[in-house]
């Protein structure tokens, strides 16, 4: 029996369990990772030693794993889910890179650890998938959103109100987050403050710009409406560069697709019979 390899693999299992499943809502507190999700960390439980900072760099990445999951448009419950997804996906895979190190009777260092590592990071690299994916569908609909609310707040409305039609009238990640804004409104919050929660969870150049603007109007007094209109007129010009742009890169890739696909097929039909006659073969 390779005994070495059952050591790695009980200190693997170990530190992933003092790293994620003693500090899991299941094992500890129930409220934990809510906490964590909201940013905050302290924690009761007086710990020591090499289990103190593996609680303190799991807590640093649960924190991170909830920050991802509010700017992808989850619900901040679901870090329990995703944060249990890593644990169990890390040890499955040291023990997929235990079971080939045994069958293969080699050293058990590099398949148990890196596929443990995989494991672990698949789940950080959906929800960067997913955050990326909602940043873009946002940014496409943060020129017509601004639009709207400028034609509002020229209408008369204020900003709330402003922010209620906008919400009731488009569609999408950005109209469902003014949604989330309004709520926060509704219970007392000031419209500045939801609206830099919302830059928090959206996380894009043109929604804090816009929201920066926003609060120096509120507090030099500047009208609203001057202001959305300069914002809408940046977001118009930045959509259309960045589509502009796009268009530009599409001669390259059709290039770059003919050279790879269509050219060889053409060197084969065109080369394939001469060789074939020259080697002898009938066609």
Not at 156 to 176: D, H, P, Q, T, W
Request: net charge positive; glycine share 8%; hydrophobic share 50%.
């Amino acid at each position: 029996m390779n005994w070495g390899a059952l050591l790695i693999s009980l200190v693997v299992g170990a530190t992933i369990w003092l790293s994620g499943g003693a500090s899991s809502p299941v094992h500890i507190r129930p409220g934990l990772w809510k906490r964590l999700a909201t940013g905050t960390t302290d924690s009761p439980v007086q710990e020591r030693g090499w289990i103190a900072l593996l609680h303190r760099v799991w807590r640093s990445l649960a924190l991170e794993d909830g920050q991802k999951v509010l700017r992808a448009g989850l619900d901040p419950s679901s870090v329990e889910r995703w944060s249990g997804a890593r644990v169990a996906l890390a040890i499955a895979g040291s023990a997929v890179g235990l079971a080939v190190s045994l069958a293969s009777r080699r050293q058990p260092w590099l398949p148990t650890c890196g596929l443990a590592f995989i494991g672990a990071w698949l789940p950080s690299a959906v929800l960067n998938h997913t955050v990326r994916r909602r940043q873009a569908k946002v940014r496409r609909e943060f020129p017509q959103v601004v639009d709207l609310l400028t034609l509002c707040t020229t209408a008369g409305l204020n900003l709330e109100k402003a922010m209620e039609v906008c919400s009731r009238l488009a569609k999408g990640e950005l109209a469902s987050e003014l949604g989330v804004a309004l709520r926060e409104l509704y219970v007392g919050r000031r419209p500045i403050a939801a609206l830099r929660n919302l830059c928090d969870r959206v996380r894009l150049p043109e929604v804090e710009a816009l929201v920066t603007a926003l609060a120096q109007a509120e507090a030099f007094g500047t009208p609203v409406g001057d202001i959305l209109a300069a914002q809408a007129a940046v977001a118009r010009s930045m959509f259309r560069q960045q589509m502009e742009a796009t268009v530009s890169r599409l001669p390259v890739l059709l290039t770059v697709c003919t050279l790879v696909f269509l050219f060889p097929a053409l060197f084969v039909l065109a080369l394939l019979p001469n060789i074939l006659t020259f080697m002898g073969t009938r066609w």
